[in-house]
């Protein structure tokens, strides 16, 4: 049995597992990271990718990472990652000499797409999007059986097309009303932070507002509080323009929604998302897009980056 090392960098950690033809997980190990100094994060990297490797030896075949960014697949140098402050660092040759061992390299997102398309909800489709919802908001899609990757890789940037330009909220990347912005785990934050006025006995309340959360505004509407369900319905409109723009954009046979906020119980999220995109759906017919939790969860990143290693690119 052939196994890989996947690699899933993220904002504030950084997880590594071994991981086998099959996409089965074995030895994932986590680090938090205090810092985004490149210097830093490679050696916290390493730290997770030897605990992984223990064992395995001559059969690790590849090591594979998903990174924030947008990055050059040909040089692996991530040329702009805005959560990390980077631009332009040789990322891959820098991890090549810590490890000793070649790497490659993609966006997180499209790791993640890579990992649920052949081993989640995606398996056995060729039109596939997968839309992860976490604090911020990504994807990727795959058409035709291949993964997009676009002209300077930088397709599947969904969290980047703007859905409210003249009342949205004012995105990380600067512009206004970006379906990152309404429908993250951050726009269902602010979602429940402008409507908060009208309900001054919310549940919510008893927790300081600088301590609030999407997983606590989710929670809220799950048992009912007014407030909680005003946010959700609020990010539920904007998150069903985004996806129905996506429909257009791919006609993806299967939508399949990862990350924390994703992982939401059907009966809140899927069911009634499903609904909502359908009514505007209008240049393909009605209820033809399948619309699920994600199966893989937060392992998706470490399989895809173990498959990209293992495989290279579908």
Same mark, same amino acid.
């Given at each position: ?21 099959? @996409? ?7 680090? %938090?990271?205090?810092? !985004? ?5 490679? /050696? ?5 990718? %030897? ?17 924030? *960014? ?5 040089? @692996? ?33 499209? $790791? ?14 060729? %039109?596939?999007?997968?839309? +992860?919802?976490?604090? @911020?908001?990504?994807?990727?899609? #795959? ?7 676009? &002209?300077?890789? *930088?397709?599947?940037?969904?969290? !980047? ?16 009303? $970006?379906?990152?912005?309404?429908? /993250? *785990? ?15 006995? /919310? ?13 606590? #505004? ?8 007014? !407030? ?16 129905? &723009? ?6 993806? %046979? ?26 505007? +759906? ?6 033809? +897009? +399948? ?6 969860? &937060?392992?998706?990143?470490?399989? *895809? ?10």
């Amino acid at each position: 049995m052939k196994w890989a090392i996947g690699i899933d960098l993220g904002g504030s950690h950084v997880a590594a597992a071994a991981v086998n033809e099959r @996409g089965k997980i074995k030895s994932r190990h986590k680090r %938090e990271l205090a810092s !985004h100094d490149v210097k830093y994060v490679v /050696s916290e990297i390493a730290k997770v990718v %030897e605990k992984a490797i223990e064992g395995l030896g001559k059969r690790i075949v590849g090591i594979g990472i998903g990174a924030p *960014g947008n990055i050059d697949d040909k040089t @692996g140098v991530v040329r702009f990652s805005p959560n990390f402050g980077w631009s332009d660092v040789p990322f891959r040759r820098k991890l090549e000499k810590r490890l000793g061992r070649s790497v490659r390299i993609l966006n997180d997102a499209r $790791c993640a797409t890579i990992g649920e398309y052949l081993h989640g909800t995606g398996k056995g489709t060729k %039109e596939f999007a997968l839309i +992860t919802i976490g604090t @911020g908001l990504g994807g990727g899609f #795959v058409c035709g059986g291949k993964l997009m990757l676009g &002209n300077l890789m *930088g397709a599947g940037e969904v969290g !980047h097309h703007t859905i409210r330009p003249d009342t949205g909220f004012v995105c990380n990347c600067g512009k206004i009303g $970006c379906f990152e912005a309404q429908a /993250s *785990g951050q726009g269902l934050l602010r979602h429940a932070m402008a409507v908060a006025p009208s309900f001054p006995y /919310s549940v919510l309340f008893m927790t300081p507002k600088e301590q609030w959360g999407s997983k606590m #505004v989710s929670r809220a509407a799950a048992a009912g509080d007014e !407030h909680g369900l005003a946010a959700w319905n609020r990010f539920l409109v904007d998150l069903s323009i985004g996806v129905a &723009n996506i429909v257009a954009f791919t006609n993806p %046979e299967v939508i399949a929604l990862g990350g924390g906020v994703g992982q939401t119980d059907d009966a809140l999220l899927a069911i009634p998302l499903t609904k909502m995109v359908d009514e505007l +759906t209008t240049m393909v017919p009605k209820g033809q +897009t +399948t619309i699920v939790r994600a199966k893989l969860g &937060n392992d998706a990143g470490i399989v *895809g980056s173990a498959m990209l290693a293992m495989h290279g690119l579908p």
